[in-house]
């Protein structure tokens, strides 16, 4: 199963993103140690796991993606053998339920900064990972990375020269430059300091202090690192997530006068529907604004 999971990313590595087909990977592997026979699969074994998925507790995302990926996978068995394997008429009856937009997405601004970093400094003991956690923090609120895009950042990506940071695994493979906040590059040359002191050669810019560090600390190893770190954080601050951070950063911006076409293009986003949709963007501009309106003269 493990060799036909590897050859599933092959056949996907020109056509999904990096992100999806990780994703995917992870969604196909718990569904296979459930279901044994991977040929075949039938409208009973999916409703069967989708209703385990709503009894543990997921969101309607997560029967989404569930959905999706053996789509993707359905699809990968049946172009790669000379017949069909599994047919696709097994999604016929399989209704896949709308994702809720939550009313009120959490945002955390870069005045918060101070609270995050108290957390970190109550949770984490070893400097080397208070410094790590610190510097995370300051990079995803002060570019609006998303989180997978911090995650795979290697340390040849950061040009702290020009301030710039280059993000190549980034949502649909479009390689995007964020610049460094002086707030942030003070933090990242800490990081880069107390790297050299335990020997951390490495090339990756998530790992560890200990000594089997020079390891590749990418995909799932460093998702457990920020994964580890947010859990950490919400013990402290419930609403805390690393969106929380981009839509802070946006939010920031608009209350600092960007036009929402310049977020936009910061967020990476393709469109500015999904900017003025997805954020919650505050504007206190806006706000002064409507204090312009005859019921607050008097």
Same mark, same amino acid.
């Given at each position: 199963?493990?060799?036909?999971?590897?050859?599933?990313?092959?056949?996907?590595k020109?056509n999904l993103?990096e992100?999806?087909?990780?994703?995917?990977?992870?969604?196909?592997l718990?569904f296979?140690k459930?279901?044994?026979?991977s040929? /075949?699969?039938?409208? /009973?074994?999916? &409703?069967k796991?989708?209703?385990?998925i709503?009894?543990?507790?997921k969101t309607s995302?997560?029967?989404?993606?569930f959905?999706?990926a053996?789509?993707?996978y359905?699809?990968?068995?049946?172009?790669?053998?000379? $017949?069909?394997?599994?047919?696709?008429?097994?999604?016929?009856?399989i209704?896949?339920?709308k994702?809720?937009?939550?009313?009120r997405?959490?945002?955390?601004?870069?005045?918060k900064?101070?609270?995050?970093?108290n957390?970190?400094?109550?949770?984490?003991?070893?400097?080397? !990972?208070?410094?790590?956690?610190k510097?995370?923090?300051?990079?995803?609120?002060?570019? =609006?990375?998303?989180?997978?895009e911090?995650?795979?950042?290697n340390?040849?990506?950061?040009?702290?020269? /020009?301030?710039?940071v280059?993000?190549y695994?980034?949502?649909?493979?479009?390689?995007?430059?964020?610049?460094i906040?002086?707030t942030?590059k003070?933090y990242?040359?800490?990081?880069?300091?107390?790297?050299?002191?335990?020997n951390?050669?490495n090339?990756?810019?998530?790992t560890?202090? &200990?000594?089997n !560090?020079?390891i590749?600390y990418? =995909?799932n $190893?460093? *998702?457990?690192?920020?994964n580890y770190?947010?859990m950490?954080?919400?013990?402290?601050i419930k609403d805390?997530?690393?969106?929380?951070?981009r839509?802070?950063?946006?939010?920031?911006l608009? /209350?600092?006068?960007?036009?929402?076409?310049?977020? !936009?293009?910061l967020?990476?986003?393709?469109?500015?529907n999904?900017?003025?949709?997805c954020?919650?963007?505050?504007?206190n &501009?806006?706000c002064?604004a409507?204090?312009n *309106?005859?019921?607050?003269?008097?």
């Amino acid at each position: 199963m493990q060799k036909k999971l590897e050859n599933y990313k092959l056949f996907y590595k020109d056509n999904l993103s990096e992100v999806s087909i990780y994703i995917y990977h992870g969604v196909l592997l718990r569904f296979f140690k459930w279901h044994k026979n991977s040929e /075949n699969i039938t409208e /009973n074994d999916l &409703r069967k796991y989708i209703d385990l998925i709503k009894e543990s507790g997921k969101t309607s995302s997560s029967v989404v993606g569930f959905v999706s990926a053996i789509k993707s996978y359905i699809e990968f068995v049946n172009k790669t053998n000379s $017949k069909i394997i599994i047919s696709p008429i097994i999604f016929q009856n399989i209704l896949v339920p709308k994702i809720k937009t939550k009313r009120r997405q959490p945002v955390i601004l870069y005045n918060k900064v101070r609270l995050i970093f108290n957390s970190i400094e109550k949770r984490y003991r070893h400097e080397f !990972s208070v410094l790590q956690a610190k510097t995370l923090i300051m990079l995803y609120i002060t570019t =609006g990375a998303r989180r997978h895009e911090i995650e795979n950042l290697n340390i040849d990506d950061i040009d702290l020269d /020009n301030n710039i940071v280059y993000l190549y695994k980034t949502k649909r493979d479009k390689p995007k430059v964020c610049l460094i906040a002086p707030t942030a590059k003070k933090y990242i040359l800490e990081y880069f300091k107390i790297r050299e002191k335990y020997n951390i050669e490495n090339k990756y810019f998530l790992t560890s202090y &200990r000594h089997n !560090s020079n390891i590749e600390y990418c =995909g799932n $190893k460093a *998702h457990s690192i920020t994964n580890y770190l947010a859990m950490q954080i919400k013990k402290d601050i419930k609403d805390f997530n690393f969106h929380s951070l981009r839509r802070g950063f946006a939010t920031d911006l608009a /209350n600092s006068g960007v036009s929402i076409y310049d977020i !936009s293009q910061l967020l990476g986003h393709e469109s500015i529907n999904t900017t003025l949709k997805c954020y919650v963007i505050r504007d206190n &501009r806006i706000c002064e604004a409507a204090k312009n *309106h005859p019921a607050y003269k008097i």
